[in-house]
């Protein structure tokens, strides 16, 4: 079934969405507990938002492959090759007037901390900061829609940072600029987890338009409508929408904000002029709180799985690949079948080739669940020399928030774990009926085996 709407979802974890009726503030209070929730933990609903009568915030809304996989109508197991075949097509957006987002209007908002409750995630950060916000623009040159999800800072007044790094919308920025014209830009908070997956995607400039991706990871077309002040067309059926104009030419200090990296980063960014918001009655704002698992998540299938196409067009027997959790996508783990030394160096390479992000990388073989850490580690203590299945390429290019690419640039590594030919390599198991027995007993008594 396709989810009409993050409400809907919402509706339909049921003992998978933790409801907390005590008041939390979302300057830090709202974090800590989204980063006190164990892996795997469910969904939180805080319903008593300080300083925010009304309204609820919503966070670790993806943090499970369980709940990724329900967002799609798949199993966990198909999570992967769910997201693939669907993406390979499109499902293009239709027009509507049923807009839920536009029940209550606010022209040129006077305090936009004052309206929404941004979180303050950590201590050092320099203010609020909006985490999942889906911005939404089209090329001034071409008219080609934009969709991706940009760290903004809530400077006060009508004025937010955007940290605007990553094509296309840096490009599209660009295009305004060398015209003189701001760039007209609306984030849209609080969508089915769908298309905040597509949002996520990387498209290059002759990529598939993320809106049509994501009508086909929900199968269904997106309803849009237009903004009410900048011509951008916004989801109807959103929590919020933030319209505003990116200023030409202006740049100025956003941060320090605690990054996906698990560290501080500052920068000089664009400038946001806030035109109008609108949203739903009791809207439900959403929380990403950077450094979790909700990232992981998201960065695993969205990145992480798109990545795993790219490379099975390019070479045979690729099985698996997980980016590592807490790593910000900067370390990759594929599992490759009939594993030969030459084959492995080619897929390291092709690796770091595809992804710039990416600059750790270990490659096992299909005997290994990559994403299981135990495995992965016994496959490097067990498998791997590193003088002999070491990989080391210097000078390339780093990724922006990455505090150890000084410069600009910065090494890759790629780590050959794969297991030599002798019967020495052969894997210990326990015999299938014998696991099974043991498996169904403890579902039995309410265990689940690992």
Not at 117 to 134: K, N, Q, S
Not at 169 to 194: H, M
Request: aromatic share 4%; glycine share 10%.
């Amino acid at each position: 079934m396709s989810y009409a709407d993050l409400r809907a979802f919402l509706a339909d974890l049921g003992s998978d969405l933790l409801k907390v009726g005590q008041a939390f503030d979302p300057k830090h209070e709202m974090a800590a507990l989204l980063r006190a929730m164990p892996a795997n933990g469910p969904a939180v609903l805080f319903e008593n938002v300080a300083g925010h009568p009304g309204a609820r915030v919503v966070g670790n809304l993806v943090a499970s492959r369980k709940r990724v996989a329900k967002a799609l109508a798949t199993s966990e197991a198909e999570l992967a090759a769910t997201y693939l075949q669907r993406t390979r097509q499109g499902i293009a957006p239709r027009q509507t007037s049923d807009a839920p987002v536009k029940e209550i209007c606010h022209l040129a908002p006077a305090d936009l901390g004052a309206l929404l409750p941004v979180l303050t995630h950590y201590a050092g950060d320099g203010g609020p900061f909006i985490t999942t916000g889906v911005v939404l623009c089209t090329d001034p040159l071409t008219g080609r829609r934009g969709m991706g999800i940009h760290r903004m800072m809530v400077k006060g007044g009508r004025r937010m940072g955007i940290l605007l790094a990553n094509p296309p919308l840096s490009t599209f920025l660009a295009n305004a600029e060398a015209a003189g014209r701001p760039l007209d830009i609306a984030v849209a908070l609080g969508v089915e987890p769908a298309l905040l997956i597509a949002a996520v995607v990387k498209a290059g400039p002759l990529g598939p338009d993320k809106m049509d991706l994501a009508g086909a990871l929900r199968g269904a077309p997106v309803d849009l409508i237009r903004a009410e002040t900048v011509a951008v067309d916004v989801p109807a059926r959103a929590e919020i929408v933030i319209e505003g104009r990116v200023l030409p030419g202006l740049r100025e200090a956003e941060g320090p904000f605690g990054e996906n990296t698990g560290y501080y980063f500052s920068n000089l960014s664009p400038v946001v002029e806030v035109t109008a918001v609108t949203h739903r009655r009791d809207f439900i704002y959403p929380a990403l709180c950077p450094w979790t698992a909700d990232v992981d998540a998201l960065l695993s299938l969205a990145a992480g799985t798109e990545l795993l196409g790219q490379l099975r067009t390019q070479m045979a027997g690729i099985a698996d690949l997980d980016l590592t959790t807490g790593t910000c996508g900067f370390t990759a783990v594929i599992a490759l079948a009939k594993a030969r030394p030459t084959d492995v160096r080619r897929l390291i390479h092709l690796v770091f080739g595809m992804d710039k992000r990416v600059k750790l990388v270990t490659v096992v073989d299909d005997d290994v669940d990559v994403r299981d850490a135990r495995e992965v580690s016994w496959a490097l203590a067990t498998r791997f020399q590193p003088d002999r299945d070491t990989v080391i390429l210097s000078g390339m290019e780093g990724y922006v928030i990455d505090p150890s690419c000084g410069g600009g640039t910065g090494s890759r590594m790629g780590m050959d774990a794969t297991r030599g030919s002798g019967p020495e390599f052969d894997k210990i198991t326990i015999p299938a009926a014998a696991a099974a027995k043991a498996r169904s007993v403890l579902a039995e008594i309410g265990f689940v085996a690992g």
